[in-house]
């Protein structure tokens, strides 16, 4: 990986992490979206997930006494835990241009719907049980395949836990059994190899750094505008890599 290319991916990092810290979500549809333009999948997901694993546990301890405990375990960790292996299987039998292509499409769609939604469309009615059954299990799969799956558990959880601080806490909580799991498996795999270990490492500072500064926003930006901007952003990124991918699939 060429100097440029590892500075890019610190840029990447620096943003997701600010991002992540402020929102309770994003820190891994923000970095794949971008990173997987500079690196292959089986090197960028294990320093993800590694790097989430640390992100999740800082914010599920200091806000422990914000976590919806209640609902998380009753309703919202099982279907979730029940997705991600089907999804890491999906993942053992990839083929790299269709993952970026479908992971493309996906946040395309949810950063379209997300940018298209009225400022201040109230979350306010909980969605049916059965239907939250199946976002949730769809969200395990996908984190299962992309470390990623928040945007739909989000998208339950924000219609549920209307308090921003129970929000920020639950949502981190609800990885960290999943996520330490795909760290596990990506271990047994072998794909924590040395350049990948290398980079994870160099990553460490900057993530610590995105924190600090997520923390900051979290406290002084209105989180409506904030979010709207950071769908913005990964609109153009899942275009340029559904172009990519696509191309990639063509040529």
Known sequence: MSLEAQLAFIGIVLGAYVVGTALGFGTSIFTITFAS???????????????????????????????AWRALLLRFAPPVAL????????????????????????????????????????????????????????GGVIHGLYTTGGPLIVYVFGRELHDKAAFRATTATVFLPMTLGLIISYYFSGLFQPPVLRLGLLAVPVVLLGMWLGEKVYQRVEADRFKRGVWALLCVGALVLIGRAAFNMLS
């Open 37 to 67: 333009l500079l690196m292959p999948l089986d090197q960028l997901l294990p320093i993800v997930a590694t790097l989430n694993f640390g992100l999740g546990l800082y914010l599920a301890i200091r806000y422990r006494r914000d976590t």
């Open 83 to 138: 997705g991600v292996p089907v999804g890491y299987l999906l993942f053992s039998l990839r083929e790299a241009a269709i993952i970026r292509l479908a992971f493309g499409i996906f946040v395309l769609l949810l950063a379209a719907r997300e940018l298209t939604a009225k400022k201040g469309e109230a979350p306010a009615v909980p969605v049916t049980p059965w239907r939250a059954r199946l976002l949730l299990l769809a």
